[in-house]
């Protein structure tokens, strides 16, 4: 029973990770990052306009996975909390990653993360020009 349901389990991470797996089966920095959606995450961070950067990322992110879906996600959670809410996810995934898990979660975590990156990469520029 459990050979049949590995290799479909492990297709499913492949495609959410875009392959991107490291020595020891844990995911890289890039697994789950769609350059396009990257863009975007930089431009939202950048915009005035948030709110219409947010809805350019749903329209583009409609017919895609779960996974690249999270970039949206992330733009409403910061028209709704604020920028802030970046580093406070990053940090509560970092704990949640250090916990007792199963490798489906560590993988989903890992990729939120990743994601999590691009604003927070995007955004870091914006940071320092203004100290």
């Known amino acids: 029973f459990c050979h049949l349901g590995e290799p479909r389990n492990q297709a499913v991470v492949s495609t959410q990770s875009t392959g991107n797996r490291v020595a020891g089966g844990g995911l890289t920095d890039s697994a789950g990052r769609v350059p396009s959606l990257d863009a975007l995450a930089a431009k939202f961070m950048g915009s005035d ?3 219409a ?6 329209t583009a ?6 996974m690249a879906q999270y ?5 409403k959670k ?11 996810e990053i940090d509560r995934l970092s704990r949640m ?4 898990i199963t490798d489906e979660k560590r993988d989903q975590f890992t990729i939120r993360k990743n994601i999590l ?13 203004e100290l």
């Open 49 to 51: 306009d948030k709110a």
């Open 53 to 58: 950067v947010a809805e350019e990322a749903n």
């Open 61 to 66: 992110t409609k017919d895609m996975d779960k």
């Open 71 to 75: 970039y949206y996600k992330v733009m």
């Open 78 to 88: 910061c028209i709704e909390k604020g920028t802030d809410f970046i580093p406070t």
């Open 97 to 100: 990653l250090e916990g007792n």
């Open 117 to 129: 990156a691009a604003f927070s990469t995007s955004g870091s520029d914006d940071a320092h020009s």
